[in-house]
């Protein structure tokens, strides 16, 4: 069951960041940051193969594949996003934390700006 | 899963530890403050390979290019 | 896996124990200025006092001493007896260089025991005095500061051995 050998490893990963957080701070930081990335990692070929199976199942819907793909994209961003976020958080330093967060959020409303305009062409064809 | 990756930086970081406490009890201060960051470069090389990684993968996952 | 195991108590061994030969560099050194003192001490009475020819006054604190001074004294006297025709000064100068490598003294120490020889046996009474309280005296100063040296050294290097072996290791592995 690899969900035993993962929280397994994050917590000896924690045991080792906090013994080592009060003689050096950076290097428990990037301990936590290797395991996290570590277990995105060891996952993310489970969510790719869950993500072409969504790929397959809308190309059978007839959606435009421009939105899917933006969609993806937009998940992507997000993701990245949090996890730059987080790990600024865990260095304490929340301003960058925030201020990744606000960059996240601008990219994802460019991207989707496309769409809204589209959306909002139909609404105004279908109102008079 | 390499897992041995971060047992390698735990070891790296309590060696550094006490690298730079007996450096500092014996009074070389400036070689205690060069290991710690000797040590810290170490490890930061052998992270970022692996965000390099993530970032790829997440990239071509999402089809972010 | 096993020859992995092997290879890291390798390194390990191999670089404590270079911090430990570091370290006991500075203990040695110690050690050796002060037996030089003794026999100083004991050569000023000898020829200060009791007027014994110099290579046999050598030769009998040579075996009282430990190694490794011994040996120098030793070769000392043993050139001397030898009648061979060298002064005192080269035949101090000879046993320095001959014995150079046992001992675990510095430069400067080994610069003042040479500058002390060149006045052994070839002035008179009262100049041998002052000789021999000038090099007491400076073998004096070079002791504490050996002593500094080894208190602030000598765990350093033990432990910096150890801590880098466990690096390599670390790095390695």
């Known amino acids: ?128 | 899963m390499d897992v041995n990756i971060i047992f390698k930086i735990g070891a790296i970081g309590i060696l550094v530890a006490a690298l730079y406490m007996v450096l500092k009890s014996t009074g070389r201060e400036e070689l205690a403050l060069m290991a710690a960051l000797g040590g810290l470069v170490v490890v930061l090389m052998m992270v970022i390979q692996m965000i390099s990684e993530l970032f790829e993968n997440v990239r071509t996952m999402f089809h972010l290019y | 896996m096993i020859i992995k195991l092997f290879g890291c108590l390798i390194i390990m061994a191999c670089s404590t124990s270079g911090g430990y030969l570091l370290a006991i560099g500075y203990t040695r050194r110690v050690r050796e200025l002060r037996v030089f003192q003794q026999a100083l001490q004991v050569l000023e009475s000898e020829i200060l006092f009791t007027s014994t020819p110099l290579p046999q006054a050598v030769l009998q604190i040579a075996s009282r001493l430990d190694r490794p001074v011994d040996r120098l004294f030793g070769l000392f006297g043993h050139i001397l007896e030898q009648r061979v025709g060298h002064t005192a000064g080269e035949a101090w100068n000879m046993a320095i260089d001959g014995t150079r490598d046992l001992l675990c003294l510095d430069r400067e120490d080994i610069d003042i025991v040479r500058s002390f020889g060149q006045n052994l046996g070839s002035t008179d009474k009262e100049n041998q005095e002052k000789s021999f309280r000038l090099v007491k005296y400076q073998l004096e100063t070079q002791l504490r500061k050996a002593e500094d040296k080894r208190n602030k050294n000598e765990k350093l290097c033990k432990n910096l051995g150890f801590l880098l072996g466990a690096a390599l290791v670390t790095l390695l592995v």
């Open chain 1, 1 to 128: 069951m690899e969900i035993i050998q993962i929280v397994a490893i994050s917590i000896i990963a924690v045991v080792l960041a906090v013994l080592i957080r009060q003689h050096r701070p950076e290097i428990a930081l990037q301990i936590s940051v290797v395991t996290g990335l570590l277990i995105f990692l060891t996952v993310i070929i489970k969510l790719a193969s869950v993500l072409e199976e969504l790929q397959g199942f809308v190309g059978r819907i007839n959606i435009d594949m421009a939105y899917i793909s933006t969609i993806f994209r937009i998940v992507g961003i997000a993701y990245i996003a949090e996890f730059g976020a987080q790990v600024c958080k865990d260095a304490g330093e929340n301003s960058i934390a925030s201020k990744i967060e606000l960059a996240g959020k601008v990219i994802i409303l460019v991207l989707a700006v496309p769409i809204l305009m589209a959306l909002m062409e139909l609404i105004i064809q279908i109102i008079p």
